[in-house]
């Protein structure tokens, strides 16, 4: 229980501190009106097109939602594999070693500080966006209810994933490619964009398989059609792949302070 | 008892080099060269819980990697440690809580929030309980006078005022023992002098044991009884300070800007025998090089107060690495302790 105080109050400290980047938030929010207002009218165009009231089992509606609760989750997601890249860098890891703390966990309560405030306006813009822009919701309150639990296991996976990367910087300089990798994926058989009926087959049963989709196709799936078959199995995986990429994260870390180098006198 | 003690302690870095060009980049990649340096060769020494050593030597002597491996943050190749009867690097996080470290060269302050945040936080993930946080940042914040920035962004604070907090914050937990590596590097001479005071006081109110490094010897003179001379990686004199003051920080340089052209400086005696030598000058700048073994400094600079209208004097000591090398062409004897 003190464990998790301490390190909630790191989560804490890190959240304040989103307060000096409100400049960078708010243009967070225009992005994500921009987004969610050239995704509206693309797909009100491809339903256009097709001539059906629903593509893949989603009405046009539940499309856009869909879409705003994805994009919501990755523009929150976590970006610490550049702090903790600088702080290889610059040597500053020294400090945060020297005190009664995991180095991972520590990262990971950062983490969570960062994305929370960012998650919360993301959220909050993308729903007036789209709820102006379609004057309907696709979501139900046991929906909304399951995605936020869900969002919340996304966001710990995904801060896992940025810890994991962040700790490659132990052994290579730069970590952003694999970022980029690691985005990518999301994007794609993660289901940011498409969701996961869309996909052919074959690559549908691969991808359920993955990490990714855990993260931003499943919560945004029971927001839009709350199954609670769905969610036990879809909460299943989340937490299995918590467990399983926390054991992960030890290892990994245990392995770089070994080689833990530090720069700069 | 030993605070801290080590055995034979060995770092050494493995770096591959990359051979120039494209050619040497394809040659690096299948047939990496790996070459070796010795941070740290096989040291041994013991300090004894209270004391104040310090730990000096030219840059890349293996100072701060020493530190490191005593901190816990870096693992030794080969060799002992003990740090408070404890093995550093398997007992980090255990440690933590019994040492503190300051880094001149790095920050531990949140950047973007005020001090009072970060030690608010640091209270939390030491586990201090309210009251005893209260008073501790209270009695702080007084004697490191920072009350008048303690709500200021630390990226607001100015580099003297930044690392009088960031000292604070070290001894927020009640460290047995503090690590400090150059503490006041970049500095100016009036705040250097504050910060000594305070870890001195601190050292003699709560008997926390000091191991500094410093490229300062005034850090050396002023906090340390004991030094430990490094170089490549061994150490090459452990004895009293006094001693090492007495036999090789036997100068000090004066600095002076003058109103009038300098006319020259004559104290009596002749050639080394008054004790000044003058080492360069310039327009109205110069810089006099004095023996304080033959001439104390007090009288030096007074007779030149009455001879020259001065604009303005510094005194300095050698630096760091000119005592080192004075070691190195007479290696003093160890004396008994």
């Known amino acids: ?265 | 008892m030993t605070a801290i003690q080590t055995q034979q302690l060995t770092k050494t870095f493995v770096t591959r080099e990359k051979q120039p060009g494209l050619k040497g980049s394809v040659r690096t990649l299948f047939r990496p060269v790996r070459r070796e340096t010795r941070a740290v060769k096989g040291i041994t020494f013991a300090v004894e819980e209270g004391e104040r050593v310090a730990f000096i030597g030219p840059n890349g002597a293996g100072k701060s990697t020493t530190i490191k491996m005593l901190t816990g943050i870096l693992y030794p190749t080969s060799g002992q440690a003990q740090v408070l009867g404890e093995r550093p690097w398997q007992a980090r996080q255990k440690l933590a809580y019994e040492i503190g470290a300051v880094f001149g060269q790095k920050s531990q302050l949140w950047y973007h929030l005020p001090p009072k945040d970060s030690f608010d936080l640091l209270a939390r993930i030491y586990e201090l309980d309210k009251e005893t946080c209260r008073q501790r940042q209270a009695y702080l914040v007084e004697m490191f006078e920072i009350g008048e920035y303690l709500q200021t962004p630390v990226r607001k604070l100015s580099l003297g005022e930044r690392m009088r907090c960031e000292i604070a914050a070290s001894f927020l937990h009640h460290p047995r023992i503090l690590f400090l590596d150059e503490p006041t590097i970049g500095l100016d001479v009036v705040i250097k002098q504050r910060i000594r005071d305070l870890i001195l006081e601190l050292n003699q109110q709560e008997e926390v044991t000091i191991f500094l490094t410093s490229h300062d010897a005034g850090d050396v003179e002023k906090l340390c009884k004991r030094a430990m001379v490094i170089n490549h990686g061994e150490v090459i004199y452990d004895g009293r300070v006094s001693t090492l003051k007495r036999n090789y920080i036997r100068t000090k340089t004066i600095s002076l800007k003058l109103e009038e052209p300098w006319q020259g400086f004559d104290r009596g005696g002749r050639g080394d025998g008054s004790g000044v030598r003058l080492l360069k000058h310039k327009g109205y700048g110069v810089k006099l090089e004095v023996d304080t073994g033959i001439a104390p400094i007090e009288d030096v600079v007074s007779q030149l107060l009455a001879r020259y209208a001065v604009a303005d004097i510094n005194v300095d000591n050698p630096p760091m690495e000119e005592i080192i090398a004075r070691i190195y062409e007479a290696p003093p004897q160890e004396e008994a302790r």
């Open chain 1, 1 to 265: 229980m003190r464990h998790i105080t301490r390190y909630g109050f790191v989560l804490w400290t890190a959240a304040r501190q989103q307060w000096v980047y409100r400049a960078e938030l708010a243009m967070r929010a225009i992005q994500m009106v921009l987004f969610m207002g050239v995704f509206m009218a693309l797909w009100a165009t491809a339903f256009d097109v097709s001539g059906r009231v629903k593509l893949a089992g989603y009405t046009m509606i539940e499309m856009v939602w869909y879409l705003a609760m994805t994009e919501t989750i990755t523009l929150s997601s976590s970006r610490v594999f550049t702090e903790i890249g600088e702080a290889v860098r610059a040597g500053n890891v020294a400090y945060t070693l020297t005190r009664p703390l995991s180095y991972p966990f520590y990262q990971m309560a950062n983490s969570l500080g960062n994305s929370a405030p960012r998650f919360l306006l993301n959220l909050l813009t993308a729903a007036i966006v789209v709820g102006l822009g379609t004057r309907q919701v696709a979501g139900s309150l046991p929906g909304s209810a399951a995605f936020l639990g869900m969002a919340a296991l996304a966001l710990l996976i995904d801060a896992l994933v940025a810890v994991l990367i962040g700790l490659m910087a132990f052994w290579i300089e730069e970590v952003m490619p694999i970022f980029w990798i690691y985005q990518k994926l999301l994007f794609t058989v993660g289901g940011l964009f498409l969701p996961l009926e869309m996909f052919p087959d074959w690559l549908r049963r691969v991808a359920k398989w993955l990490p990714f989709q855990f993260i931003t196709y499943v919560p945004a799936r029971a927001f839009v059609a709350f199954e609670p078959k769905f969610v036990l199995q879809a909460v299943g995986g989340q937490v299995a792949y918590l467990v399983a990429l926390t054991a992960l994260v030890t290892f990994v870390w245990q392995r770089a302070q070994r080689r833990l180098v530090v720069h700069g006198g």
